[in-house]
């Protein structure tokens, strides 16, 4: 870990970082936006890892997701080449080394917390923050589940909770915003036995990155992955292999995802525009028929008391 815990406090509170401001939108409109000054960020050195999947175990836990079929301690899931899910926000699969005989790379696959994140522009009720923090979060209490913010990904990062018929909600990796916020590091973060997650301040996450190109030239890909694509993201990586062969996409370009995304989801303009009067048009259908069931309730109502009424009025005459 890059930082001591008093210092991240320090820079908690000196930030004001535990209040998020704007909805998604600011982040995604502002076409110049490049992140906010003192946002943190996490720095994955794959070279340091070695895949012992603590950080999943980790993330399992302060999420409280279900536990996986294979425990954390089975390593051989690292043989697949997974994706996040509902129920895993964090996989970390593993890769041959191009350098030949030397050990596999192990690479940690979870949101990447862009800068203007594509989810949140594409997302036409605002359920995505960009906060403070550099967390890009979630409200499932606002997602009608469109699943637009999937299909703008371009880091394949968002899951549906399809299996849910009530109440499913978008799930991905918060960059720990609840923990962040209290001053504790992500779970993940705290979890890694090598140090090879480090948390700071963006700027200063850069920093480290460069001085290890510098000492260890060898080593490393002189590439920070995240400090420039796609606009720039909050979860940064250095690698000793091209991360292409990580399976990281080095065809995104630096030109933020929201610039991108308002061709491919040219309808979600339409959408924003019509969804005002599609809801009005809902509420007002599930009025009438409240209405209607209301006047067919009291008309029911009427009925039987108008029939009841002459036999009760005949009782009393009897007696
Ligand atoms: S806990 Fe650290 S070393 Fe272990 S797999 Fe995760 S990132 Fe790699
Ligand atoms: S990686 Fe995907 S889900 Fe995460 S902030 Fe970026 S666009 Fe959104
Ligand atoms: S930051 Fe938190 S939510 Fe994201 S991968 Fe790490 S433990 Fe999971």
Redesign the pocket.
């Known amino acids: 870990m890059s930082i001591s815990r008093r210092k991240f406090l320090g820079w908690v509170g000196a930030a004001g970082l535990s209040t998020t401001i704007g909805k998604s939108a600011t982040a995604a409109t502002n076409k110049h936006f490049t992140g906010y000054p003192k946002s943190f960020a996490i720095l ?1 050195d794959t070279t340091l ?7 999943e175990a980790a993330c399992n836990k302060v999420n409280e997701l279900p536990q996986p079929d294979k425990p954390f301690t089975d390593l051989s899931v690292l043989e697949t080449k997974r994706r996040t899910t509902t129920k895993a926000f964090t996989v ?1 699969n593993k890769y041959d080394n191009s350098k030949g005989s030397q050990s596999p790379v ?1 690479y ?1 696959k979870q949101c990447n917390h862009c800068l203007e994140p594509a989810c949140a522009s594409a997302c036409f009720v605002r359920a995505f923050t960009k906060t403070k923090t550099g967390a890009v979060t979630y409200d499932s209490t606002v997602c009608v589940g469109c699943r637009y913010c999937m299909i703008a990904c371009p880091f394949e990062i968002p899951t549906y909770e399809y299996d849910q018929a009530l109440t499913p909600r978008i799930r991905k990796c918060t960059m720990c915003y609840p923990r962040v916020i209290e001053g504790l590091l992500p779970g ?1 973060v705290e ?4 140090e ?2 480090s948390f700071g301040k963006r700027e200063d996450m850069i920093k480290i990155a460069r001085e290890r190109f510098r000492k260890y030239p060898d080593r490393y890909v002189d590439h920070i992955y995240g400090e420039h694509e796609m606009g720039g993201t909050n979860w940064l990586y250095v690698s000793g292999t091209p991360f292409k062969e990580l399976g990281m996409r080095e065809d995104l370009g630096i030109t933020p995802a929201p610039q991108l995304t308002a061709g491919a989801l040219s309808s979600v303009p339409m959408i924003v525009g019509l969804w005002p009067v599609l809801l009005a048009g809902i509420y007002a259908v599930s009025k009438r028929k409240e209405k209607i069931a209301q006047t067919e309730q009291e008309q029911a109502l009427t009925s039987a008391l108008d029939k009841k009424r002459p036999a009760e009025s005949e009782t009393e005459e009897e007696s």
């Open positions: 994955h890892c070695v895949g012992c999947r603590s950080c970390v192990f940690k993940c979890a890694c036995p090598m090879a997650l």
